[in-house]
């Protein structure tokens, strides 16, 4: 079992700079994949950023160069640094871990960002 526990997020006008945090229980070296999904209003949910097993980074392209992923494992917490934002990064922000197979959520953190 793996529980994450989010937090960060609020309003920003575009061009402003937001932290998510997302605290794992257990250690997060023994989880397969770490990282932030979004789901905005009437769309599907999808991936923002990720950290594999292997050491690969994955970002989507729509973030690449403005969103930062990085993690503290004395802390098991994961971090999603996102500057220059624009308001079409609003959403609800998720975060997400594999571990042995199974998938597990935060419970959300919504970022709003105005024009």
């Known amino acids: 079992q793996v529980q994450l526990v989010e937090s960060g997020g609020g309003s920003v006008q575009a061009g402003g700079s937001l932290r998510l945090s997302c605290a794992a229980s257990g250690s997060i070296s023994s989880i397969d994949a770490l990282g932030w999904f979004r789901q905005a209003p009437g769309k599907q949910r999808e991936l923002v950023a990720r950290f594999f097993s292997a050491g690969t980074t994955y970002y989507a392209d729509s973030v690449k160069g403005r969103f930062t992923l990085s993690r503290d494992s004395a802390k098991n917490t994961i971090y999603l640094q996102m500057n220059r934002l624009k308001p079409e990064d609003t959403a609800l922000y998720y975060c997400?871990?594999?571990?042995?197979?199974?998938?597990?959520w935060g419970q959300g953190s919504q970022v709003t960002v105005s024009s």
């Open positions: 997400y871990a594999l571990y042995q197979y199974k998938d597990y």
